[in-house]
């Protein structure tokens, strides 16, 4: 079974490269609704498993909502949202695409080795799968760092958001249904405002381009 | 438990104030029932407090431990702990709300109809009983919660009649100052946890090295001091005090100020131990910077609040001053000394809790006949306001420290420790006391001097303006609040010997040294203390003596001079039509001369208007002079200065607006806390 984790863990981390590797904003969305699909198939193979042995049927519940959420509502919100504004190619990263996926390659041996030391987490060998999500997170954070548009970092805010739940779900191997549900609802709610504010800065700036905001603060 | 216990006493009430709290918001909509109501109820809640602490201080020796309750998150448990110490603070609280609380019946009514009184008294109660659980709580976690709750309470009171623009800004310093304050406690605090890993200001300090000790007295000075308002760190006192409604500011300056002292006695003296003897010799430098500087710039004003305000750092400069000597044979092993010194100390503090809070209230009812707290337009009150004058004259008398009242008995208990701690073999200390006792002979003399203005100027002469003319005697409740405080205050001057013994064992409890048997002579009214020779007195004898020594003068004329007539008669005017308000000596005037000579002090600059078409024949004249603030424009200032131009910079190179900068710190933070779990 631990083998099925291994390469969901590794595909979720091959996908946030992939991500990472992305140039237009579509293609962000797409992207997003893989790793998604692939967290939801991870929790699924859970729940089947935690079905068996123990007979609690939550994790699949929340497999379903993954399914629901994450990988058919809040994409196609994301896609409405980028519709709605006007379209523009333009060169939406900081730093070359080279150079990020180099600076990725790094984060995850420098999480290895992070995580290599604490106790606990792993049992003899280290705990592949908690390397990699762990390395989602911070995946994360620099996409979201290394795009200049907002859609970049709602979705940035959204693979962090999978990668601490995948975090989660590979260490405990199922939380208590309420946390997932509370979980759900924040994040609803996050992309929900966020969208909103994509669609304000766009009004306001005529671009949602955020190094526009920085004639904002006081 | 038992039902007249101490312990049962106090828990009483404690428990009474919450319930005038509680009243004050319940009666809301009914002002007046509300005032009373809740006045009231703080009143027996004091006379509770009393009988508390007396019987405390008289009766039980060993510390009171009430425990409200404990919570399962650490540090966070309500629990008082009630020792001589607290108990005496306890005491000087509960009496001047018994006299303040009667009071407010009478003053807060002018606010019925025209302010939230019953938010007034809800802070008010709230305020009391924050000052009550600084001295008892038994924890230093406790303690911080509750200094802040007074903080933010008093500042509330400040700032009530917020209206007047002054107001808010004296509220606004307040409030930075006394954070200030706090963030200094905080630092001693924690200190102090991380050598002992725990936070009980009754424990062992034996575990923190010395470097350690040195670095938490500094801190709990600065933090203290701001709260008592001593020199430099008084600048928020002058503005907050006269803020303030007047039973406000009686409490602030009558006891507020004293939690400080109250704390450095616990946190410095008792729990730190005194280390070295420079601890003293700096508190004693600060006494004498705000004894003098603070009675100076009291007798220059012309707001009567602003002038006490100002005295009551003078005081509180006494009080360092006793509390420094302290120290000092503390650390050199002088027990009897160091005893008589503290003795002093808390015995002025209390008689200043007690003449100040009359002062204060007087100030108050002055401003309730008048609606002005500048002298200037104040004069003749005595004719219009019999009692008041009177009580005034006798808070004015114990603050200048005359026989018999009892402001004299803490100064000159003061004299004696400095004397005693002058012995052969230490140059310097010896100069710092000999020095010390001169500032004190002058901030006497200065303060006798600031009194006369206060009172001559206010009540005699002729009334300076419309609203001193139709001034009336305040309601009789405020006069008995202020005339039980002034009558303690002659009772205490002329038989110190129930209170010096209640001190005596305060300080019997907290250093093991009882001083009562050389304090007290043959008829229960004369000293010896120390065996030094010479150095006796009697405040009843003297008074006995002056009124002897009058009415011998009045005999003796009326024996020369045979019978005279009296006849009633206006005063020679030279000429003029009729002797006018503006022909008399004017506030400004009388303090001119110490101006003039204390110009480096002061750097006043002066400002003449004449207004009129010809020179020769002004139509009116203006005269300003107006101070410089030497603290704020040398002190304050600078620092401000800098904060601000730190913050500015900080923000030009941190706070760069741009959204990918901020994810990048929170990056990078990630990042090295991650590197810090890999490799620490």
Known sequence: ?218 | MKIFSASALFQTSILLYLLAAIAALVFIKQQKWDNIISNIICIIAAIFGIAASLMKILVEDMPINISIFHSTIPFISVELRIDHLSAFFVLSLSLLVVCVSLYSIGYISHYIGKRKVGLFNFLYSAFILSMFLVMTSGNAVFFLLTWEAMSLLSYFLVVFESEHEENQAAGTLYIIMTHVGTAFLMVGFMMMYSYTQSFDMFGSSADIPILAKNAMFIMFLIGFGTKAGVIPFHIWLPCAHPAAPSNVSALMSGIMIKTAIYGMLRFIFTYLGVQSTWWGALIIVLGIFSSTLGVSYAFVMANIKKLLAYSSIENIGIIFIGLGIGFIAQAQGHLTVSALAIIASLFHSFNHTLFKGSLFLGAGSIQYATHTKNMEELGGLIKKMPLTALFVLGGALSAASIVPFNGFIGEWLTYQSLFANIVPGQAALNILSILSVAVLAMTGAMAAASFVKLFGISFLGLPRSEQALQAKEVPCVMNIGTGILVTLCLFIGLFPLPILKVVDKVVLNLMGTSLIGQLQGGLLIAYYPLQISGNVISPLLFFVVLVAVILFALLVIRIIGGKYSERKYGTWDCGFEALNSRMQYSAAGFSNPIEIVFKILFRPSRKLKVEGKLAYHPESIEYTTVWESIFEKHLYNPIFYVIKMLSRRTKFIIQTGSIHSYLLYIFVVVLVLMMYNTFV
């Open chain 1, 1 to 218: 079974m631990s083998n099925y984790f291994d390469a969901l863990s590794v595909l979720i981390l091959f996908s946030s490269f992939i991500l990472m590797a992305n140039k237009r904003i579509k293609s962000y969305i797409k992207t997003f609704r893989i790793q998604s699909l692939l967290i939801a198939l991870a929790a699924g193979i859970m729940g089947i498993k935690g079905s068996f042995e123990e007979g609690r049927i939550d994790i699949l519940v929340v497999c379903l909502l993954i399914v629901v959420l994450k990988v058919i509502f809040i994409p196609n919100l994301l896609n409405k949202t980028y519709a709605n504004i006007e379209y523009k190619v333009e060169k939406d990263f900081i730093l070359n695409i080279p150079i990020l996926i180099l600076m990725c390659c790094a984060l995850v041996v420098f999480t290895y080795f992070s995580l290599s030391t604490i106790d606990g987490i792993n049992a003899g060998i280290i705990n592949t799968q908690v390397v990699n999500s762990v390395s989602v997170i911070l995946i994360g954070l620099l996409f979201m760092i290394s795009r200049k548009k907002a859609i970049g970092q709602i979705v940035g805010f959204l693979v962090i958001e999978n990668g601490l739940y995948i975090t989660a779900l590979f260490s405990t191997h199922g939380m208590p249904f309420i946390v997932d549900v509370g979980i759900f609802i924040d994040v609803i709610t996050a992309v929900m405002i966020l969208g909103f504010m994509v669609f304000r800065i766009n009004e306001k700036f005529e671009s949602i381009d955020i190094d526009k905001l920085n004639n904002l603060r006081g």
